[in-house]
């Protein structure tokens, strides 16, 4: 006998969700059959929200498309959202058209992704063809990814130009062969800085360089060109290609935030020198790199680089010393044992002795390992331990040494073992396990045993585990009898899935005698040491499930334990403990797993019930803390928690937060009417009244919110009520949208701002139109107008707009001129980008220095595009402002903008400027900035503005600082002999040409201050030979540091018969320097 459809629902209720879904595809098997599939179907196809959801789900096995078509105009998110999961599946290529165009932007990106990995094309194409026909430069520039190679390579240079950087992202990683040439192209064609492209070439570095790396080299070097290295965001291709980005770095000699130390050993080695010499910053961390070079290539570094790498008092850190081959790592350590600076610190001295010949530091450490103080003496036989690092066949005498001292207090004990834990895993034979295990007996049984010393012993014994499982067995034993902790640990990352089975047989025996004894805090230590290695031993998970069982209070943690590592298990494990406690279900792993695979259990727990059980006395109800996925359930259960959820809102002893919580939960059961929220959203209550206002904007079918957040427009509610709308606004059909919107109040302020913001977003004709009306009303509040410029900001491509936008431009009323500083510059055509360089130079000259401030902080975070230069002038004009603020932010402008092509017109702002010497100094300083990381593209710049500079001899100390910055070497050793002779190089601008030399504030080139020194060593002239002075010091903070070449140039330079040279040189004390 057949079923109606109310009976098929009942057979359907106690079943959990996959078997429902499973039933409901097979009923859809039977459409067409000899049964009525179709009229049920048909029956729940118009009835509630489950029985629709359950109508969709048939479709999987009925293949029906137009049912599908019908269900993406569901008023239920989650039907629409199913739905666009199905007409990938289900319809053909006219059917998608239908519902691409049905669906908003946000669905259309789902629906296209999932048809590209199903390489369906065609439909694909076709709707990119249609969207490039309505010159539709926002979703065609998101969606053409998608596409094919032909509909790509077709639109690629129209949709670049108009893509934000996650479309960018997925044309690089989807369409690479395409984008790749597009970019070169452009790369080559420029002419100058092109701020726009160099957003692009940034955008896809990351992605691109994994996948092409060749190819964006060779965009990057076409780039440079006319763009500073410090604009490009190269460390992604430093990991790829990194001799190529360090030969650029070199070559350019720019200045760039890089890091090539994680990629030293790619480095050929004349690279690596050439970075530690001119470009030290980008090897960061030297203790990490240098040791992972070769022998013989440290050995070289050392010998050239050393003296530049000391510290305070020539001390060499103890990580390159480590690092150094064998007797240059004697002669290091030997040094740092004699210096005299060290030789009253013992603490930062003894350790040195660690990178010595056993004997040799074992005699120098002997009297410090009898000393009475403790502190010497742990720190000596600590680092008697860790001269067996490189002497590996010393180590039975160390232990030995370890035994001898056994009856040391605690901390020398610990230092002794930290020590040993120190070392690496080869350096323990079987032959050591024995005095091994003999110390650490002998510190479990001493009676200061300390938390910190059993680490010690725990963080040993775990090392060796995986290299001797019976004997680390054994020791795990004795620190867990002895001292009952084994926390802190892991080895899950030494450890392959195959050691751990390896290990199993050995550690069993030990868990298991753990688990009879009920020592469930040794095993959890142990299980959390070998972490995701626990999913291959099966022993373990066998205690875990015991342990459920059987520990009350670790109960819960082993299973979670189990759902961590081994999930599938609690298919069998959970109905078993919800059976014998239902206190369980008040633990998360168990409300969560029922609620995601069994909901056919989960219904006894859906009334506001106490439990009596291990977890739960039965004097408190528990109520389910789930938020989401109710979908899963039937109607009837959502009832029933419904009913629970509603009782706990009307009680009138609870607490905000938890009715918070309880309205947000009845928001999302998709098959309840919202009544109950729909009282509260008139409470008298405020906070629960708002709180219940958005919960009405998240329900899964938002149209049921709709009519009470209209009428909460009326009064009070408005300010919450109009931003709950948008959700529900956004998703509705254009023309539906529209109309509801013109039927809000406009009275009150923030709504009416949120009203045209929400026209602005719908983007259809009749809402510009509307926009355009409210405009030309005189009496819209000031804050209503900003708004409704923001909204117009969708409308970018229209004549009306940017008339509009120039009116706003030249408002006397700040905030609406401002209000247009920010309009975005991305999706813009050429002629819509021509017109904002238009508002943007109209705003530069705005009366009111906050706006053209604004503008000008515009101009630098978000550039744009200026090939006529329309902003430059305005910008120049700006460099001459009486306000500080807007000067900096015209000489960041210009200077990030405009590169030296532009030396005529900057040099003639400068101009302007000499009688106003702040200002003067400011632009000065912004320059001296921009050639410090980059010269080459700025020269002109620099030449044009020491000319002006020249016409004041009071400008002459700023007229110095940019001479040292960016003058090549032999000019700058005219620069200054012009200054001796012309008798500007006074007392103070030889102080301060003296200290940037000195430390080297603008030059980092060793080979520049050679050349200095060498040609003005022997000036007749005091002043020049005070100065070649300064550029040895300068030298001298290169990476060579204060060679014997240094020390002897100084000694020369102390006898100098000038006092202000042999002064200098005699009270500069270098590291080196032992004389009196």
């Known amino acids: 006998m057949a079923m109606t459809p109310s009976q098929m629902l009942q057979t359907l209720e106690p079943l959990k969700h996959n078997t429902r879904v499973g039933r409901v595809i097979e009923l859809g098997y039977q459409v067409g059959k000899e049964t009525n599939a179709a009229s049920i179907i048909a029956d729940w196809e118009q009835g509630n929200y489950y029985e629709r959801w359950l109508a969709l789900y048939s479709c999987f096995g009925s293949r029906n498309s137009e049912h599908v078509l019908r269900a993406l105009s569901d008023p239920s998110c989650t039907i629409r959202a199913l739905a666009c999961k199905l007409c990938v599946f289900l319809c053909d290529d006219v059917q998608l058209q239908k519902a691409l165009a049905l669906i908003p932007a946000r669905q259309q990106t789902t629906i296209l992704r999932a048809l590209y990995k199903r390489r369906r094309f065609a439909p694909i194409d076709t709707f990119l063809h249609t969207l490039a026909a309505q010159g539709d430069n926002t979703r065609l520039p998101k969606l053409l990814g998608f596409a094919s190679v032909s509909v790509v390579s077709q639109y690629i240079e129209q949709a670049v130009q108009y893509a934000i950087d996650s479309d960018l992202r997925r044309l690089a990683l989807l369409h690479p062969d395409i984008l790749l040439p597009l970019l070169l192209s452009q790369a080559q064609a420029a002419t100058e800085l092109d701020l726009a492209l160099t957003w692009r070439v940034n955008t896809v570095l990351p992605v691109l360089s994994e996948t092409h790396p060749d190819q964006m080299l060779a965009i990057v070097i076409a780039l440079v060109r006319h763009t500073p290295l410090t604009n490009l965001q190269l460390q992604p291709l430093v990991a790829k290609r990194p001799n190529e980005i360090a030969d650029l770095l070199l070559t350019l000699n720019d200045k760039a935030s890089l890091n090539f130390s994680r990629s030293i050993r790619k480095l050929d080695f004349d690279h690596i020198l050439a970075l530690i010499e001119r470009q030290g910053s980008t090897l960061y961390d030297r203790n990490w790199w240098f040791r992972r070079i070769p022998p013989e290539q440290r050995t070289v570094i050392y010998e050239r680089y050393a003296k530049g790498w000391y510290g305070a008092d020539t001390c060499l850190s103890e990580g390159i010393v480590a690092a150094l081959p064998r007797e240059l790592r004697y002669q290091e350590a030997r040094r740092h044992l004699g210096l005299p600076a060290l030789a009253t610190r013992p603490h930062q001295r003894l350790p040195y002795a660690a990178y010595l010949p056993w004997d040799e530091a074992s005699s120098i450490l002997t009297p410090f390992i009898k000393n009475p103080d403790p502190e010497l003496r742990a720190l ?41 834990a120190e070392l690496p895993p080869g350096a323990w034979q079987p032959d050591h396990l024995d005095d091994l295990a003999q110390i650490i007996h002998e510190a479990l049984d001493a009676a200061d045993f300390s938390y910190a010393t059993a680490y010690m012993v725990g ?5 060796l585990l995986p290299h001797y499982p019976d004997w680390g067995a054994k020791q795990l034993v004795a620190l867990a009898t002895k001292h009952g902790s084994l926390r802190g640990h892991t080895i899950e990352k030494r450890l392959s899935d195959a050691d751990v089975q390896r290990l199993a047989p050995a550690l069993l025996p030990v868990l298991h005698a753990w688990r009879d004894r009920e020592r469930s805090h040794d095993i959890f230590d142990v299980a959390s040491a070998f972490g995701k290695r626990l999913r291959v031993f099966d022993g373990f998970i066998e205690i875990f499930q015991y342990a459920v069982t059987a520990w009350n209070w670790h109960a819960e943690l082993a299973l979670e334990y189990i759902a961590r590592y081994r999930y599938e298990l609690l298919s069998t494990i959970i109905p078993q403990l919800i059976e014998k406690d239902q206190s369980w279900v008040t633990r998360r792993r168990v409300y969560t797993y029922l609620h995601r695979h069994r909901q056919d259990l989960i219904t006894p727990f859906l009334g506001q019930e106490a439990f009596s059980g291990w977890f739960s006395t039965g004097q408190t109800y528990f109520v389910l803390p789930l938020t989401t996925s109710f979908h899963r359930w039937t109607p009837e259960q959502q009832r029933i928690f419904a009913t629970t959820l509603t009782a706990v809102t009307r009680d009138e002893k609870r607490d905000h937060p938890t009715l918070f919580f309880v309205i947000n939960q009845l928001s999302a059961l998709p098959a309840i009417p919202p009544t109950r929220l729909i009282e509260l959203a008139h409470d008298k209550r405020l906070a629960i009244r ?32 109009i931003y709950v709308l948008r959700r529900a606004i956004l998703t509705m059909p254009a023309e539906k949208a529209f ?22 977003d719908l983007a259809s004709e009749e809402a510009y139109r509307k926009l355009l009306a409210m405009y030309s009303k005189e009496e819209l509040h000031r804050d209503v107008r900003v708004a409704l410029l923001r909204a117009l900001w969708t409308h970018l491509e229209h004549n009306e707009t940017w008339e509009i936008m120039e009116q706003a431009a030249q408002s006397t009323d700040t905030a609406i001129a401002k209000s247009v500083a920010r309009i975005p510059s991305d999706r813009l055509s050429l002629t819509a980008q021509q017109r904002l360089l238009a508002v943007l130079a109209l705003l530069l000259s705005h009366p009111e220095p906050e706006v053209r401030q604004a ?128 008798k500007r190089l006074h007392a103070g601008t030889l102080s301060h040409a003296c200290a940037m030399l000195e430390n080297r504030q603008a030059r980092t080139d060793a080979a520049d201050f050679t050349h200095l020194e060498e040609a003005l060593r022997h000036s007749p002239d005091e002043r020049l030979r005070r100065l070649a002075f300064a550029a040895l010091v300068g030298l001298a903070h290169t990476a060579q540091g204060w060679t014997e070449e240094c020390l002897a140039l100084q000694r020369q330079y102390r006898v100098d018969p000038s006092l202000i040279v042999a002064e200098a040189a005699l009270f500069t004390i270098s590291p080196l320097d032992n004389e009196a």
Do not use: W
């Open 459 to 463: 963080k040993l014994t775990f090392l």
């Open 690 to 721: 708002d709180t219940a206002l958005r919960a009405l904007g998240r329900l899964d079918d938002t149209g049921q919110g709709v009519p009470t957040l209209l009428d909460s427009l009326n009064d009070d509610r408005a300010r919450i009520a």
């Open 855 to 982: 503008t000008l902080e515009r101009c630098i975070s978000l550039p744009v595009a200026d090939p006529e230069k329309v902003l430059f002038p305005k910008i120049l004009i700006a460099l001459t402002s009486r306000f500080p603020d807007e000067r900096n932010a015209a000489a960041l402008a210009t200077f990030a903008t405009y590169t030296g092509k532009y030396a005529p017109a900057v040099a003639q702002a400068i101009t302007t400027l000499l009688p106003r010497h702040r200002a003067l100094q400011d632009a000065v300083l912004h320059l001296q900035r921009v050639l410090q990381a980059n010269k080459r593209l700025h020269m002109p710049t620099a030449y044009a503005v020491l000319e002006v500079l020249k016409q004041d001899a009071r400008a002459t100390r700023l007229s110095l600082e940019l001479a040292i910055t960016a003058l090549p070497i032999e000019e700058l050793i005219a620069y200054f002999t012009s200054l001796a002779t012309g």
């Open 380 to 420: 000596a036989l600590k680092t008697l331990m860790g001269v067996v690092r490189f002497h590996r066949d010393r180590l039975s005498e160390a232990l030995a040494l370890v035994h001898a001292r056994r009856n040391e207090q605690d901390p020398v004990r610990c230092a002794m073992l930290t020590g040993l």
């Open 739 to 760: 109309t509801l919107l013109n039927t809000v109040p406009l009275q009150r302020v923030t709504v009416a701002k949120e009203v045209l913001r929400l026209l602005g």
